[in-house]
């Protein structure tokens, strides 16, 4: 059974940095790519960084580019989010997301419970 | 980048009828279209890939439709464990973008 476990949220003040994981069992985690998908409180999802299956290629939406970086160890089957430079606006819940076979990089069948980050002063 | 548009934001429906979720893409997406069902607390699950392949666990009172820039989702005879937030996705091309979502609700 594939399971995603993300860990790491909280409380956190703007302008500072918080490190996601994502422990990943039940598929071959070396072979699949991930992504982070954000929700915003009572708001709808937001598609926030992704990264190939050997981690050789990230790509972030531009509402994080520079501040976030996302990366992974294949020997340890777990995914991470860096978040520098933390804003009001990066509240939310962040899920990682395992893509569907056979769609590409970002169809997700399997996501996880998802770690709240809450930015506030 | 791609916008994808859902509308209605809400419908109110009753159980036992049917309802029609519309998604529109700004641009063509080809087939690369997913739709999602969240329910309060949970985190999405993958409802439809490919615009109208039903993935695991959904019966078949589900369906989707549509390639291009206009897709539907159809639920007929609706059951009360469906109401609930339904998004759409464009995984066509970078950045993949999700609609804002259709609340389903109880009439």
């Known amino acids: 059974e594939v399971q995603l476990l993300e860990s790491g949220g909280g409380f956190i003040q703007p302008g500072g940095s918080l490190r996601l994981s994502c422990a990943a069992s039940?598929?071959?985690?070396?072979?699949?790519?991930l992504s982070w998908v954000r929700q915003a409180p009572g708001k709808g999802l937001e598609w926030v960084s992704g990264i190939s299956a050997r981690g050789d290629n990230t790509y972030h939406a531009d509402s994080v580019k520079g501040r976030f970086s996302i990366s992974r160890d294949n020997s340890k089957n777990t995914l991470y989010l860096q978040m520098n430079s933390l804003r009001a606006e990066d509240t939310a819940i962040y899920y990682c997301?395992?893509?569907?076979?056979?769609?590409?990089?970002?169809?997700?069948?399997?996501w996880g419970q998802g770690t709240l980050v809450t930015v506030s002063s | 980048e791609i916008v994808m548009t859902q509308s209605p934001a809400t419908l109110s429906v009753s159980p036992g009828e049917g309802a029609t979720l519309s998604c529109r893409a700004s641009q063509s997406v080809s087939s690369n279209l997913a739709w999602y069902q969240q329910k309060p607390g949970q985190a999405p699950r993958l409802l439809f890939y490919g615009a109208s392949t039903r993935a695991t666990g959904f019966p078949a009172r589900f369906s989707g439709s549509g390639s291009g820039t206009e897709f539907t989702l159809t639920i007929s005879s609706l059951q009360s464990e469906d109401f609930a937030v339904y998004y759409c996705q464009q995984y066509s091309s970078w950045p993949p973008a999700f609609g804002q979502g259709t609340r389903l609700e109880i009439k």
């Open positions: 997301a395992k893509p569907h076979l056979g769609s590409g990089y970002y169809c997700f069948d399997y």
């Open positions: 039940g598929f071959t985690f070396s072979n699949y790519p």
